[in-house]
């Protein structure tokens, strides 16, 4: 077994393990924040709406007066089983609002991760190429405005400019009421099904409501996405080997997108996995904003209910999302970049 080979199936074996306590620290961190709120869950949600005797009842049912220790068994075995819970304002498991929203939210997030690649490939390829111009300093203002507003804000925008004034697209919800509901919900992706019904009109309507909330969430990562681009690409450009292509006489645009391009994107799929968090985030404001039914917007709704049961579920299913998908970046990077397993 050669050493590459060794490092790499070490690397990855640590990685695991230290998977299991980072799961559990962030499991325990939800227990215990949902814990503190004042109140059980029972009577914070649905206090003043039943009679003491049906909340004592309810409470029991769901464990609320067990021992704090047995509750966080519970809890534990319960993500193990992927049993999240039952939401207390409408008695449904809370693994049915992923089955029911969770393709909104997969397909918005999906949406806003391709524009800001289409948008912050090329315009940090452009910064970090034309470095210390004024092209990049346009594009650098540009990257930390696009971070630095919030998604909200650029969401009314975007909604008041493009729907209000041009009227060119839609403003909200992910169809029109007669498109949706014209479509029968068989994946709960509403493209999928306009795809698999053969309603062409359906699925052209779902992608004119898809514009303008996936390319606010997008403007948010590629505020993000150009400045890593633009730095990795500045320090890959000044390597050795970028200065050996300059000297056999290669077109300096050649050196750029051959010899540093690819290189310059390895510490970028690093990246990748730590802006997921940051795109669930983004997703539950944009979802307010535009009225798209996915898991942010239930998220909300069942705060406003004071579900703690239910914001206890749809806040560990995020948790656990992003520390898998650090997990699989980390090992993808892993087995492109040698140097990451020593």
Do not use: C
Request: aromatic share 8%; charged share 10%; glycine share 8%.
């Amino acid at each position: 077994m050669s050493q590459a080979t060794g490092s790499l199936r070490t690397y990855l074996i640590t990685r695991l393990l230290l998977f299991v306590p980072q799961v559990l620290i962030i499991l325990t961190i939800v227990f215990i924040l949902m814990r503190v709120a004042p109140g059980d869950p029972v009577s914070v949600a649905l206090g003043g709406q039943r009679s003491a005797e049906e909340l004592q009842a309810l409470r029991e049912a769901a464990g609320y007066n067990r021992p704090i220790l047995v509750q966080y068994a519970e809890y534990i075995g319960g993500v193990l089983r992927f049993d999240l819970g039952t939401t207390i304002v409408d008695n449904r498991p809370v693994t049915q609002i992923f089955a029911v929203n969770g393709g909104a939210t997969l397909t918005l997030t999906l949406a806003a991760f391709l524009v800001a690649l289409v948008l912050a490939v090329p315009l940090g390829l452009l910064a970090g190429r034309f470095r210390d111009t004024a092209l990049d300093a346009v594009l650098r203002v540009l990257g930390i405005l696009t971070y630095a507003a919030p998604v909200f804000f650029v969401g009314l925008l975007m909604q008041l400019l493009f729907a209000r004034t041009l009227g060119w697209l839609p403003s909200s919800s992910q169809a029109s009421p007669v498109m949706f509901a014209s479509v029968p919900a068989r994946t709960n992706f509403f493209l999928i099904d306009a795809l698999l019904a053969q309603n062409t009109a359906a699925f052209l309507n779902g992608l004119q409501h898809l514009v303008l909330p996936a390319l606010t969430l997008g403007l948010l990562l590629t505020g993000v996405f150009i400045r890593i681009i633009r730095i990795n690409l500045i320090q890959t450009l000044r390597s050795d080997y970028v200065e050996a292509a300059r000297a056999r006489g290669v077109a300096e645009s050649r050196v750029v997108i051959s010899h540093a391009f690819k290189n310059a994107m390895v510490p970028f799929v690093t990246i990748l996995g730590l802006q997921v968090a940051l795109l669930l985030g983004g997703a539950i404001l944009t979802e307010q904003t535009f009225n798209w039914n996915g898991i942010g917007s239930q998220l909300v709704r069942y705060l406003d209910s004071r579900d703690y049961a239910a914001v206890q579920g749809i806040i560990t299913f995020f948790a656990l999302a992003v520390v898998t998908a650090s997990l699989l970046i980390d090992i993808i990077n892993a087995m492109i970049d040698p140097r990451v397993r020593y």
